[in-house]
């Protein structure tokens, strides 16, 4: 007969748990191709996004992630417009989660990069006047 004692039990249940992080890696990672055009098809949109379980905060699940390879790309040159790949997500900071909207992310170009902490991450195909801010005619990637 096994007996366990509260230390023992909390024991476990902290190994356990342990045991999940560790299998919560990029090891365990969702990649998924992304190619998009803005709604008037002005701009493409292109990449990999990649993304894992981190954690847990204030209830809801962390992921930390990358983007490899992700292009916005003008399909008609000297229009006044240039392409745009923005960003929307939740971030946890500050011990409070917080939604973030329309953050640019690529303009005319290619970049990489990761992020931690974040959640609900959706890239959009936009438009953009030449040296204006307002997003134009976006459309989703997924």
């Given at each position: 007969?096994?007996?366990?004692?509260?230390?023992?039990?909390?024991?476990?249940?902290?190994?356990?748990?342990?045991?999940?992080?560790?299998?919560?890696?990029?090891?365990?990672?969702?990649?998924?191709?992304?190619?998009?055009?803005?709604?008037?098809?002005?701009?493409?949109?292109?990449?990999?996004?990649?993304?894992?379980?981190?954690?847990?905060?204030?209830?809801?699940?962390?992921?930390?992630?990358?983007?490899?390879?992700?292009?916005?790309?003008?399909?008609?040159?000297?229009?006044?417009?240039?392409?745009?790949?923005?960003?929307?997500?939740?971030?946890?900071?500050?011990?409070?989660?917080?939604?973030?909207?329309?953050?640019?992310?690529?303009?005319?170009?290619?970049k990489s990069w990761s992020f931690k902490n974040k959640a609900n991450?959706?890239?959009?195909?936009?438009?953009?006047?030449?040296?204006?801010?307002?997003?134009?005619?976006?459309?989703?990637?997924?």
């Amino acid at each position: 007969m096994i007996m366990f004692t509260k230390r023992g039990v909390v024991g476990a249940m902290c190994l356990a748990s342990a045991l999940v992080m560790g299998a919560s890696t990029s090891a365990n990672a969702v990649s998924v191709g992304f190619n998009v055009r803005s709604t008037s098809g002005k701009a493409e949109i292109s990449g990999t996004y990649k993304y894992w379980v981190s954690g847990t905060a204030a209830g809801r699940t962390l992921y930390d992630g990358s983007f490899s390879g992700a292009t916005a790309r003008d399909r008609v040159a000297g229009d006044g417009y240039e392409a745009v790949l923005a960003l929307k997500y939740d971030e946890f900071t500050g011990g409070a989660w917080r939604p973030v909207k329309n953050k640019v992310a690529v303009v005319n170009g290619t970049k990489s990069w990761s992020f931690k902490n974040k959640a609900n991450v959706y890239a959009y195909a936009c438009d953009r006047k030449v040296g204006k801010k307002p997003l134009l005619n976006c459309k989703r990637a997924w």
